[in-house]
């Protein structure tokens, strides 16, 4: 009797370890619960999207809880759980070193436990990297936006000295400024040369000449000087500006540059 007694036990052993129904004393049958395989399994389906790499460490944890085989599942799941405390004298005492070494082997070893924090890792390197990803697209932004004013200044700055190198082979030849002008208005070269005699009488073609005694300014004399800012704001220092209202006054009033110049001759103004 004791020996089938103990048959029995150790068969009873020998299922738990395999993992399937046990046979209690009683005769009657409990399930198994979930073995290391299937709550590593079970940890990883949890992550889901949180963890698309690691399907290789899934991998690899599940290969060592087979190895172990489904008995020493058994004995990392009896490790991990709570114990009732001993029933004696130093019941209230703090665990023995070997105790606590014995628990923090069973964690190291663990493989749900280290399928938990391979998740954790890769769960914190994800938002490391979308940290990363936002510094990335905002300094690119910047980079955008720095770039598009660099451009905008030296295209201002481009502008800036053509207007000036214009205004200054303005002020040298003037007269290569109001040629065109006075042909564009369908006056003919003796028209031109009326305008040459009359401009160089009132100024000498001098963008800055002013008369004192009657406050008349600039290349065509306009009196006053500020009659001209109807042709532009710089009419104190741009031929341009003075040729278009002279070439203006003068088709308005007289006509053409020879009757303005002959009107000149006979008074002494225009």
Not at 34 to 57: K, L
Not at 112 to 118: D, G, K, L, M, P
Request: with cysteine.
């Amino acid at each position: 009797m004791r020996t089938a007694t103990g048959l029995l036990a150790a068969g009873a052993v020998v299922l738990t370890a395999s993992g399937a129904s046990l046979l209690t004393p009683t005769g009657t049958t409990s399930e198994a619960g979930p073995t290391t395989h299937e709550r590593v399994a079970a940890v990883w389906r949890a992550a889901g999207d949180e963890a698309p790499r690691a399907a290789a460490d899934a991998q690899l944890l599940g290969e060592l809880a087979g190895e172990r085989g489904q008995g020493a599942s058994r004995s990392l799941d009896r490790a991990a759980a709570p114990t009732a405390p001993a029933a004696s004298a130093g019941a209230d005492s703090a665990p023995s070193a070997a105790t606590a070494d014995a628990g923090a082997v069973a964690v190291s070893d663990d493989p749900v436990a280290q399928a938990q924090q391979r998740i954790q890792d890769l769960q914190d390197q994800k938002v490391a990297d979308e940290a990363d990803t936002e510094l990335h697209d905002e300094a690119s932004q910047v980079s955008a936006a720095e770039a598009r004013q660099a451009v905008a200044a030296a295209e201002q700055q481009r502008a800036a000295e053509a207007e000036q190198a214009a205004l200054a082979a303005a002020q040298a030849d003037p007269r290569s400024v109001a040629a065109p002008l006075v042909a564009a208005r369908g006056w003919d070269a003796g028209q031109f040369q009326c305008l040459d005699r009359l401009w160089t009488k009132e100024s000498g073609w001098k963008w800055s000449a002013d008369n004192p005694s009657s406050s008349a300014y600039g290349i065509p004399q306009a009196l006053p000087g500020k009659k001209m800012a109807s042709h532009g704001e710089g009419w104190v220092d741009d031929p341009r500006v003075q040729i278009a209202w002279g070439l203006d006054y003068i088709a308005d009033v007289y006509g053409t540059p020879c009757r303005a110049w002959g009107h000149s001759q006979a008074v002494n103004w225009y």
